[in-house]
Every structure is written in structure tokens, then in C-alpha cells.
């Protein structure tokens, strides 16, 4: 998971950094249902697993529609605007 | 049951490793993605009906579990799909051999 982030942190491209967030929330999934069994409470950590899955779902695809859209990996940087993303 | 569990969790975090290795070392965008959505997948999947297998659970909780397991089998591939195409679109050269 840490070297995931590594990839995360550095990767070249936007959608590098996409990608490895997207493991990262898996990885969370299982870390989620590893700690309900240590803590002995499965019941109410495998509701929040299911939640996490969801939303981590949700905000891949929007973030993959909105670069869809834009047609350009590179964040903008024009002086008088604020730089998007 | 319990073996079955073991062996499951077992190969399941070395396909996390293989992920990880993967995710690491590709030269590319597309590459990376091929070691993401499949590796994660499979990985999951093994991981979660291994719990299944180990832990003593009622009926309930094991099929929570197993909707998990079936809206990562649906929801991973079509993410990784959905950011390959944006990729395409938003134009990520393919690694070549005599790039670099």
C-alpha cells in the first residue's frame, strides 16, 4: 500500500495518480475487513467496507469522465487564471 | 475449510505483491493499468472468500461479504476501463521498445 503511494505521489501523469488511488481504495476494502476481524466487531466494519467499495467506485468514474472531457493530461498554467486541478 | 482459507488469503497477498511490482515498474500508463485492474481484481476476490472460509460468521454477514466481492468483480474492470479510455482520449503515448 505505502509503494503504491510512492506510485501515487510521483507518477508522471495524472492518470497515473488515478490509477494507483484506485488500488489504494481496494486495498483499503480488504485492510478494512482484516481490521473487523482483529477487533472483533466484523459486523460493523464489513457495512463500512461496503460503503468504502462504493465510493471509491463512484470517484474513479467521475474523475475518468471528467479527463474525458478535458482532452489533456497537463494542468493548465496561464498566469491570470487559477490553474484547474 | 480452514486450509482452504489459508491457502486463499495466501496466494491472494501475493497477488497484491504482483500488483504492486507491477504498478511500480511498468514503463507505461497503459501497462501500469493492465497490472492494476487485474491483479487488484483477482487479488480481492481471493482475499475476502478466504475470510469467508477462516472465520466463523453467520449467514448474514457471509452474504454482505459476498456482495462486496460481487460489486468489486463488476465495479473494478469498468473503472479501469472507463480510465483507459480517458487516457486514450486525453492522448498517453504507448511505450515503444526505442522510447527512452
Known amino acids: 500500500m505505502l509503494l503504491v503511494l510512492v506510485r501515487a505521489v510521483k507518477g508522471p501523469t495524472v492518470i497515473d495518480r488515478l490509477v494507483a488511488i484506485n488500488v489504494i481504495g481496494t486495498k483499503s476494502i480488504v485492510l478494512l475487513l482484516f481490521a473487523g476481524i482483529l477487533f472483533g466487531q466484523l459486523e460493523m466494519f464489513v457495512d463500512i467496507a461496503l460503503g468504502y467499495g462504493l465510493l471509491n467506485y463512484i470517484v474513479s468514474i467521475a474523475a475518468s469522465r471528467y479527463y474525458q472531457h478535458r482532452n489533456s493530461l497537463e494542468p493548465e498554467h496561464s498566469p491570470g487564471e487559477n490553474p484547474v486541478s | ?100
Open chain 2, 1 to 100: 475449510m480452514d486450509y482452504l482459507g489459508y491457502i486463499l488469503i495466501s496466494t491472494g497477498l501475493l497477488f497484491f505483491l504482483g500488483t504492486t511490482i507491477g504498478l511500480l515498474r511498468f514503463p507505461d500508463f497503459y501497462t501500469r493499468m493492465h497490472a492494476a485492474g487485474k491483479g487488484d481484481t483477482l487479488s480481492t476476490v481471493m482475499i475476502l472468500i478466504g475470510c469467508i472460509c477462516l472465520v466463523p460468521m453467520g449467514l448474514l454477514l457471509a452474504l454482505k461479504i459476498l456482495l462486496i466481492i460481487n460489486f468489486i468483480f463488476i465495479g473494478s474492470p469498468t473503472a479501469t476501463h472507463a480510465m483507459m479510455d480517458a487516457g486514450n482520449k486525453a492522448g498517453a503515448t504507448p511505450w515503444r521498445k526505442d522510447s527512452k
